[in-house]
Every structure is written in C-alpha cells, then in structure tokens.
C-alpha cells in the first residue's frame, strides 16, 4: 500500500470535513455531510488516480466507475433535502449535546465519516498504480458493480416516485424492488462495493482490501442504514409491520405473500 498517496487522501478529506463542518456550524444542519458521502468517494478516487505517476487503466477505471456513482448518489440525497429540515438522526443528536454540539459534530459526524471515507476506499488507493491489465476479472466486478448500481439507483427513483403522489403519504412502498426487500437501495449500495473490490483489491491480488466493502456492508444492515431506517418507519408507517412481516430485510427474495396484491379472504358461514 502506498502510504504517501494515502497521507495525501488524509489530507484532501480533512480540507473538505472541515470546510462541510464549518457550513453546518453556519447553517445549523449537519445533513449537508450526506450529500457529500457519494462525492467524498470520487474526490478520493480522483486524489488517488492524478497522484501515481503512470496511472494504471485500472485505477482510471475505478474512478470513472465511482464518479459515476458517487455524483448520482449526492445529486439524489442533495435534491431530497431541499425545503427540509435537519436529518432527525442529526437533530436528534443536536438534542441530546445541546449547546456543545457544535464541536462534538466535528468528531462525531463529520471526523468519524471522513475516517470511513479513507478506509473504505482502500481498492480505489491499490488500484491506482496497479501495473496488471485489466482481464476477466475486472469484467466481472464491473458487472457486481453494474448490477448493484441499478439496484440502488432503480430503487430510489420508485420510492422518488411514491413520496411524490399525496395518497401514498403514510403508507409504505411494496412494488417494484420493494416488493422483494425492504431496504433494496441499501442491498445495491453493498453490492457495487463489492463489486469496486473485486477490481481494486481481488484482480491486484489485494484480498485485504475487503474490509471496505465488508465494513460498508455491516454500517449498512447493523449500524446506520437498516436499524435507523426501521426505527423511524415503525413509528411512521402503520402498514410497516405488516409489510416487513413477509418481506426480506436485506437480500432480494419473494415475499411470502404477494403483498402488492394480497389474497382475498374467503367469506366464512353462509351468505344473505
């Protein structure tokens, strides 16, 4: 591993935690560092890419395939939150700091996620000096990646969509991916890591490097993606329950029932 390229990502992602912090600070709202998570990647990847001096078909690759990523991910999260207020994780934990979470955010929100950005991009850092040629590997994690890309991506535009028709305010999303699991934008956020690891890390024969993808995936189904979201929909959605009864918490699998049009009950005694 390249310790001076990863020194200098170190440095490019304080210069932006920083900056982001002291907007919130202004601003009141520590939201503004999600819509940076996907770009953070892309910058890094960038840093990695324009800092070896021959840089390798596969760390332009990575780049290309992040960037593409990354800005989707940030144009989403940035155009959901316009007209709304402050993240209830963020403004919970406002609540309970009080008046020091100014300073705490700075170690807390903006710190920690910046030290996920570092290690979690660890096939982007590998994989930009990398002298091997792309072969039948690499095609197969940029179809992982592919794959998981749509996944994400079709599954926020269909929840995109359904926020957006006042009937379904209060209900929760049962078609289309949704119908297969309940966190399937999460599922395809995993998926594509996987599969930027198995170009970056496996095709360079650096294994050790599934820590970024491993890690992305245990936030997401353990700490801040499944857990948090549940909490909130249980207590938002009446039909949630019913809903996460018979659909798949993570992995795409049918559903025990079809939810999206259930079975009539049979009419019991006799009619009048």
């Given at each position: 591993?390249?310790?001076?390229m990863l020194g200098?990502?170190?440095?490019?992602i304080?210069?932006?935690?920083?900056?982001?912090?002291?907007?919130?600070?202004n601003?009141r709202?520590?939201?503004?560092i999600d819509?940076?998570?996907?770009?953070?990647?892309?910058i890094?990847a960038?840093t990695?890419?324009?800092s070896?001096?021959?840089?390798?078909n596969r760390g332009?690759?990575?780049?290309?395939?992040?960037?593409i990523?990354?800005?989707r991910?940030?144009?989403?999260i940035a155009?959901?939150?316009?007209g709304?207020?402050?993240?209830y994780r963020?403004a919970?934990?406002r609540?309970?700091?009080?008046?020091?979470?100014?300073?705490v955010?700075?170690?807390?929100?903006?710190g920690f996620?910046?030290?996920l950005l570092?290690?979690i991009?660890?096939p982007?850092?590998v994989?930009?000096?990398s002298p091997?040629?792309l072969g039948?590997?690499?095609?197969?994690?940029?179809?992982?990646?592919t794959l998981g890309?749509t996944?994400?991506a079709?599954s926020?535009f269909?929840l995109?969509?359904?926020k957006s028709k006042p009937d379904?305010?209060?209900?929760?999303l049962?078609?289309g991916l949704?119908?297969?699991?309940?966190?399937p934008n999460?599922?395809?956020?995993a998926l594509?890591w996987?599969g930027l690891f198995v170009?970056?890390g496996m095709?360079?024969d650096?294994?050790w490097?599934a820590i970024?993808?491993?890690l992305?995936t245990l936030?997401?189904i353990?700490?801040?993606?499944?857990?948090l979201?549940?909490?909130?929909?249980r207590s938002?959605?009446?039909?949630?329950?019913?809903?996460a009864?018979?659909?798949?918490t993570?992995l795409?699998?049918?559903?025990?029932?079809?939810?999206?049009k259930?079975?009539p009950?049979?009419?019991?005694?006799?009619?009048?």
């Open positions: 591993m390249n310790f001076q200098l990502g170190a440095i490019v304080v210069a932006c935690m920083l900056s982001l912090w002291l907007i919130s600070v601003k709202d520590a939201s503004i819509a940076f998570w996907g770009p953070g990647f892309a890094l960038w990695y890419a324009l070896t001096e021959t840089l390798s332009l690759l990575l780049a290309i395939l992040v960037t990523w990354g800005l991910l940030g144009v989403h155009a959901r939150g316009i709304e207020s402050e993240d963020y919970r934990m609540s309970a700091w009080g008046e020091r979470f100014w300073w955010s700075l170690l807390t929100v903006f996620q910046g030290l570092l290690t991009s660890l982007l850092l994989s930009a000096s091997e040629p039948i590997i690499d095609f197969a994690g940029v179809l992982v990646f890309f996944f994400e079709v926020d269909q995109t969509q359904f379904n305010r209060g209900t929760t049962r078609t949704w119908r297969y699991t309940r966190h999460y599922f395809g956020d594509l996987w170009v970056g095709a360079t650096s294994l490097t970024s993808p491993a992305m936030f997401l353990k700490v801040s993606g499944v857990p979201t549940e909490d909130r929909l938002t959605r009446s039909d949630f329950a019913a809903y009864a018979v659909t798949s993570f795409p699998w049918p559903p025990k029932v079809d939810v999206a259930p079975k009950t049979p009419l019991m005694g006799r009619r009048s």
